[in-house]
């Protein structure tokens, strides 16, 4: 079984899409030599040490409607 559950990820977010941007975003900053807020992360991949965050509310996960507007719905 994974730590965390999917179940117990998505009362965290507004959805589970939310939840895979969040995750993937974070597991490329911690790729890229970012260090993690865990003290003994259970997981040794980046995306397990990225739910694990999101999980332990290391990680707010912003709502569409909280989130700044991208480049492409500003220049129109």
Request: hydrophobic share 30%.
């Amino acid at each position: 079984m994974l730590y965390p559950s999917i179940d117990e990820l998505v009362n965290k977010v507004e959805s589970k899409y939310s939840l895979v941007v969040a995750a993937s975003r974070r597991a490329r900053e911690l790729r890229e030599g970012d260090r993690t807020q865990l003290l003994q992360p259970k997981s040794h991949k980046y995306v397990g040490m990225a739910l694990e965050e999101i999980y332990n509310d290391y990680i707010d996960v912003e709502s569409s409607e909280q989130a700044e507007p991208s480049e492409e719905e500003t220049v129109q």
